[in-house]
């Protein structure tokens, strides 16, 4: 990809995300990382997806404006994306969704002053960019999924977590976006969800998930000629129900569909927990 093409990709997402953000995803992400809180701090103008319980009543009457009492949980979230590079995560439209997905998370965290992070892993940690704010930050994090090219096409998700708790001790929001081909990495998802909050982004192609139980499937992909290979001897699939996290910390999205949906459902998951 060409300066050019890669310049006028990420300005095509830019335009999306930030479009996405500002007509959907801005009240809903604030609701659903904002908890009630332990200490009242501020007040501030209501927006869509705030909590109405939070409304100050007194407040809005005077202005004619609906105004909500902030709490000190409402402060500064630290935001982690946590994606899987893996060569299976090339297969047809995955990485073109992941890198819309992560800008779509990346631009809700900045619209709400929160910071955002970015561990790009395979077998290895490939790169690691901490978090930070502002959309240069996020136009940054962008231009690296895309134009990321790993060293090594395997993955290893234990791994990972293990790395990132090892480098992150404040308490963050993790979303973990993979196609979750991996093996024996439950245990160190538990670990890392009691000290972080931790959700699963499933990416899936749904050639991969027709494939029966047992079977092992050679594909190539019709616009770079690359060969995968797709075992899928192992209980692959069912993540969902074999994993402990907290209920509605896992999204699942197909690579033929709108993410726009499940994301949405997951907002309004956790602004009623």
């Known amino acids: 990809m060409t300066s050019k093409e890669m ?9 999306k995300s930030n479009k996405l953000v500002e007509e959907i995803f801005s009240g809903e992400y604030r609701s ?18 705030d909590d109405i319980r939070n409304i100050d009543w007194n407040v809005t009457a005077r202005h004619n404006k609906a105004y909500v009492k902030q709490f000190e949980e409402e402060r500064e979230l630290n935001v982690f994306l946590l994606i899987d590079m893996s060569h299976s995560n090339s297969f047809g439209k995955k990485m073109e969704l992941i890198a819309q997905l992560g800008a779509t998370l990346a631009f809700s965290a900045i619209k709400n002053n929160d910071k955002v992070g970015m561990l790009l892993f395979t077998e290895k940690i490939e790169k690691y ?9 996020v136009l940054s994090i962008i231009e690296n999924i895309l134009d990321f090219e790993p060293e090594l096409k395997g993955t290893d998700l234990s791994n990972a977590l293990q790395h990132f708790n090892r480098i992150e001790k404040k308490r963050s929001v993790i979303f973990l976006i993979s196609d979750f081909l991996d093996q024996e990495f439950e245990k160190d998802l538990k670990i890392t969800s009691k000290h972080h909050d931790l959700v699963l982004v499933h990416i899936v192609d749904r050639t991969e998930e027709a494939i029966p139980q047992g079977a092992i499937f050679t594909f190539e992909d ?8 797709l075992d899928n001897t192992k209980n692959q ?3 969902k129900d074999n994993l402990d996290l907290p209920k ?3 999204i699942k999205i197909y690579t033929d569909e709108d993410f726009v949906k499940p994301l949405k459902q997951f907002f309004k998951r956790r602004s009623r927990r």
């Open 237 to 239: 699939y069912k993540i």
């Open 248 to 250: 509605g910390n896992y």
């Open 7 to 15: 310049l006028k990709k990420i300005r095509h997402i830019e335009i």
């Open 129 to 137: 960019i901490q978090s930070k704010s502002g959309k240069r930050h």
């Open 32 to 49: 659903g990382f904002r908890g009630r809180g332990i200490e009242f701090e501020d007040i501030r103008e209501y927006y869509p997806g």
């Open 222 to 229: 019709l616009e770079t000629g690359e060969v995968f290979v």
